[in-house]
């Protein structure tokens, strides 16, 4: 193999050759035959890892790539980002395992994590460890919210992504994934989301009323709509994989109005938005709301340490002992890691950060719309996505997004697809990002959609 370059000593990307490589492609030949077929991103992004420091990663036959998927978000101040590397050591020799034992790596991640709340909502909460996948914490919080007020049925929006696991498959929008998994989880009931670039009720932006959240409302309130009292409703701030769509303000704040009304608990999926991905630590602040349930995993430890948490309003904590348990979910060292995340995160203004390479990344994105085939390009903080489609018939342009990111890839950027028939290009930098790594990745970018369409 290639000889790696120095760790931290990347500041640019660099492509020597044909993707994948001959290294890599022994690797993802060997991949091919013991891994299972379900393997995704592999198979867009031909290239085997072997090392990576900040906003870079290379491959084994030494390309240097900028990594704007970053472990599909969870590495939220980089690949190996020393404070953090030499607080899971320290830990790793103290302890690794605690099941639900408190410890002291416990104890100071929760406080972190409750630091990080609005503070109307941290003295009135709870926090539960779940397996240490986002979908595990949605099972959990879903669960909660049906021993909690005893109903069974629940409001999930079109459009939403909350897992791949039995039950989060059946809350989730995605049919594809669905199809050829029979018996879902009854008593789930879609309604439209505000995603206005799509409208879901056919209105042209210009008349827009919100009346998505309308046809909720009246659902709910009608005796004669069909829908029980729901357990729970489940929404996203923004649809990460359902194509980075943020949710309009006055409709979350009438979902919120509307769930609070019928006691409805309201379940907010931070999965992805969390941790200061889109410029406050959880999405919904931005919103002006309080949620009952946050459903956070991926970003918590800040390294890619597996760990999930639903954070809670106590008067929801009506199950019993061992209701949802998971061996794993006494990770020590996504603890250590996590608590020293907060850290980082307060002492070099992250968020704020967030804030600024978000507006230029927006500022460098937004001149594609004068491009035919961008449909739209929205965003916040630092999550971003870039939908393509047909101008003359307005469908999906699929392939052209596969091309883009084949081509940012060959120009040395990672990035990701998602959304409606995967036609949105996304992208995911780390919280740390410095202005110099946006600007190159976003010039790689607009070259690679301004080169055409297949």
Not at 279 to 284: D, E, L, P, S
Request: net charge negative.
């Amino acid at each position: 193999m290639a000889p790696l370059v120095q760790r931290g000593t990347w500041t640019e990307p660099h492509v020597d050759g044909a993707l994948p490589g001959p290294c890599s492609t022994e690797l993802l030949d060997r991949q091919q035959r013991w891994e299972s077929n379900a393997r995704t991103y592999s198979r867009h992004l031909p290239i085997a890892l072997a090392e990576g420091s900040g906003s870079f990663v290379e491959d084994v036959d030494g390309n240097v790539f900028i990594d704007f998927l970053t472990g599909a978000g969870v590495l939220s101040l980089g690949h190996n980002h020393p404070e953090l590397v030499r607080a899971v050591t320290t830990q790793l020799g103290l302890l690794t395992h605690g099941l639900d034992f408190p410890t002291p790596a416990k104890d100071a991640f929760i406080e972190a994590q409750l630091s990080m709340l609005p503070a109307p909502m941290r003295d009135r909460v709870k926090m539960h460890f779940c397996g240490p996948t986002g979908a595990n914490a949605v099972e959990a919080a879903i669960k909660l919210c049906k021993i909690a007020t005893g109903r069974g049925d629940i409001v999930s929006f079109q459009g939403g992504f909350h897992g791949s696991t039995h039950a989060t498959l059946s809350l989730s929008g995605l049919l594809a994934q669905k199809r050829n998994v029979p018996n879902s989880m009854p008593g789930v009931h879609f309604f439209p989301y505000s995603s206005c670039a799509r409208c879901p009720v056919g209105l042209a932006p210009d008349t827009c009323a919100t009346n998505c959240v309308e046809y909720l409302e009246r659902s709910l309130n009608d005796s004669n709509g069909g829908v029980p009292l729901p357990a729970a409703v489940l929404l996203e701030m923004v649809q990460g994989e359902g194509g980075i769509v943020p949710a309009r303000a006055d409709f979350v704040r009438r979902v919120r109005e509307l769930t609070r009304e019928l006691d409805i608990p309201l379940v907010v999926d931070e999965v992805q938005t969390g941790c200061g991905r889109t410029g406050t630590w959880f999405a919904f602040e931005q919103y002006g709301i309080e949620p009952d349930v946050i459903v956070a995993s991926k970003a918590l430890s800040g390294i890619g340490t597996p760990i999930a948490v639903i954070i809670y309003d106590a008067k929801l904590d009506t199950w019993a002992p061992g209701a949802h348990i998971g061996t794993f979910r006494g990770n020590q060292l996504a603890f250590a890691a996590g608590t020293e995340a907060v850290r980082i995160v307060r002492r070099d203004d992250i968020l704020g950060n967030v804030r600024r390479r978000g507006e230029q990344i927006a500022d460098r994105l937004t001149a594609l719309l004068v491009n035919p085939w961008v449909h739209e390009v929205r965003g916040r903080g630092l999550m971003w996505g870039i939908e393509l489609a047909d101008p003359t018939t307005g469908q999906p342009a699929s392939a052209f997004a596969a091309e883009v990111q084949s081509r940012a890839l060959r120009s040395g950027l990672i990035v990701e697809l998602g959304g409606r028939d995967d036609c949105v290009v996304r992208i995911m930098p780390p919280l740390n990002v410095e202005a110099d790594v946006v600007d190159t990745a976003c010039s790689i970018l607009v070259d690679a959609v301004e080169a055409g369409h297949p």
